[in-house]
Nanobody
Framework: QVQLVESGGGLVQAGGSLRLSCAPS????????MGWYRQAAGKERELVAT???????NSADFVKGRFTITTDNAKNKINLQMNSLEPGETGVYYC????????????WGQGTRVTVST
């Protein structure tokens, strides 16, 4: 099992920045991909950004140039730097991890709330 603990959410004004972190613990072998999804009230969960164990990253078009996903190997966590936040990006941000072990197992964090005010 893999446990994911997110931190860094909060309230920020439009145009501001936040940095989210996700720290995995437990059985961490074969973690292939980690990343972030978000879910606004009344909407489906959507992919924000991912990073693979080898380093390549991917992000949704709507965050390109504003959000950056990185790995902090020294602290064994991933970060999501979010700049130029917009009110429509308010929601719960979830960290996830895919583990390759006899198939792909996906683990989720409990989510951290981000509120962007006007």
């Amino acid at each position: 099992q893999v446990q994911l603990v997110e931190s860094g959410g909060g309230l920020v004004q439009a145009g501001g920045s936040l940095r989210l972190s996700c720290a995995p613990s437990g059985s961490l072998h074969s973690l292939n991909v980690m990343g972030w999804y978000r879910q606004a009230a009344g909407k489906e969960r959507e992919l924000v950004a991912t990073i693979t164990s080898g380093g390549p990253t991917n992000s949704a078009d709507f965050v390109k140039g504003r959000f950056t996903i990185t790995t902090d190997n020294a602290k064994n966590k991933i970060n999501l730097q979010m700049n130029s936040l917009e009110p429509g990006e308010t929601g719960v941000y979830y960290c996830y991890a895919d583990q390759l072990c006899g198939g792909t197992h996906t683990f989720w964090g409990q989510g951290t709330r981000v509120t962007v005010s006007t």
